[in-house]
C-alpha cells in the first residue's frame, strides 16, 4: 500500500504544481493543459479507489492510521477538480463575454442603414428626387443642430456650475 500511496501523493502535488500552468497557458494550449490535469486528477481518483480496498486490508493498529491518509488524499484531489471546474467555469464565462463584446462592437448604431430604407421606401412611394434630396438635406442639418444644441447645453451647464459654487 506504502508505494502506491507514495506515488498518488507524489501526482497530486504535480496536479498541484500543473493547476498554476493554467493561469499562464495560452488559448491553444490551455485545453491540452486542462485534459492533462483531468487525466491526472482521473488517474489519482482510481487509485483512491485501489487505496482504499488495501487499507480496508490493513492490520487493525494500521488501519485507521490509513484511512485517515487516504482520506486526506481524497479530500485533496476533490479539491483539485473542484479547482479545475472553477477555472473551466470563469474561463468559459470570460469566452462569452468576449463574444458578447465582439457582437456588439461589430454592430453599427448608426442611422445610415434607416435612412437607406426610408428613401428605398419614399422611392417606391414615387416621391420625386427633388423631396428626397431635401429630406437628406434636412436630416444633415438636423445632425449639426443636434450636435450645437448639445455643446450648447453643455456650456450653458458648466456656466451653472462654475457662478453658482
Known amino acids: ?3 502506491l500511496y507514495q506515488q498518488t501523493n507524489k501526482q497530486v502535488h504535480e496536479v ?3 493547476m498554476g500552468r ?3 497557458a495560452d488559448k491553444q494550449a490551455l485545453h ?8 491526472s486528477i ?3 481518483f482510481s487509485r483512491l479507489e485501489r487505496l482504499e480496498i488495501l487499507s480496508s486490508k490493513e492490520p487493525p493498529n494500521k488501519r485507521q492510521n490509513a484511512k485517515l491518509r487516504v482520506d ?3 479530500y485533496d484531489a476533490q479539491h483539485l477538480q473542484t479547482a479545475l471546474r472553477n477555472f473551466q467555469h470563469r474561463r468559459y464565462a470570460r469566452e462569452q463575454q468576449e463574444r458578447q463584446r465582439e457582437e456588439l462592437l461589430s454592430r453599427t ?8 430604407k426610408i428613401l428605398d421606401i419614399a422611392n417606391m412611394l414615387g416621391l420625386s428626387n427633388t423631396v428626397m434630396r431635401l429630406i437628406e438635406k434636412r436630416a444633415f442639418q438636423d445632425k449639426y443642430l443636434m450636435i450645437g444644441g448639445m455643446l450648447l ?3 450653458v451647464m458648466f456656466l451653472v456650475v462654475q457662478y453658482l459654487t
Open 22 to 24: 493554467l493561469e499562464t
Open 153 to 155: 447645453t453643455c456650456v
Open 109 to 116: 448604431f448608426t442611422t445610415n442603414g434607416t435612412q437607406k
Open 42 to 44: 482521473d488517474q489519482v
Open 16 to 18: 498541484q504544481s500543473h
Open 32 to 39: 491540452l493543459v486542462e485534459k492533462e490535469i483531468q487525466a
Open 1 to 3: 500500500m506504502e508505494p
Open 72 to 74: 486526506q488524499l481524497k
